[in-house]
């Protein structure tokens, strides 16, 4: 009686890098389907992080008569409300690449058009730009101070 051994990931850290075979198509059907996994598994930890946020804030909110306690309460919800603003920009340009990938236009850079790169995927699966573009942008805002 054969049995399955593999496990789906539950988180972004459980795959393992895609390994690109001999002759293999860049962002063939494979491809895809591992930075849609990818993807999804990182907007899903982004959403708990979410519902965590606003259950602690739920269970943790209290009226300190101390205007100490009360200001780094006040601090700490701050934060966190940053933090999950910056989450919820990250979730919409997931969704966003999530969209490229349908129309098969995921990988390439935007402005160029030329192969992103699985390596470069691999480390920012949201990345929209080759690393020659990406480098030159960043040298111009630098140039710019922006």
Not at 83 to 91: G, H, V, W, Y
Not at 139 to 146: D, F, M, S, T, Y
Request: proline share 4%; glycine share 4%; with cysteine.
């Amino acid at each position: 009686m054969p049995t399955d051994t593999t496990v789906a990931p539950k988180t972004v850290a459980d795959v393992a890098p895609y390994q690109t075979g001999a002759g293999e198509e860049y962002m063939c059907e494979q491809q895809r389907e591992h930075f849609k996994l990818i993807l999804n598994l990182w907007k899903q930890e982004l959403m708990e992080e979410v519902d965590r946020t606003v259950h602690h804030m739920k269970d943790e909110a209290a009226n300190f008569p101390d205007p100490a306690d009360r200001a780094s309460q006040e601090e700490e919800f701050s934060i966190e409300l940053r933090t999950r603003d910056r989450e919820r920009k990250l979730i919409r340009k997931i969704n966003k690449t999530l969209e490229l990938i349908e129309q098969d236009d995921y990988g390439f850079c935007e402005t160029c058009g030329v192969e992103i790169g699985i390596r470069r995927l691999e480390a920012r699966p949201t990345a929209e730009k080759c690393i020659d573009c990406k480098t030159l942008d960043e040298i111009k805002e630098k140039q710019l101070g922006l």
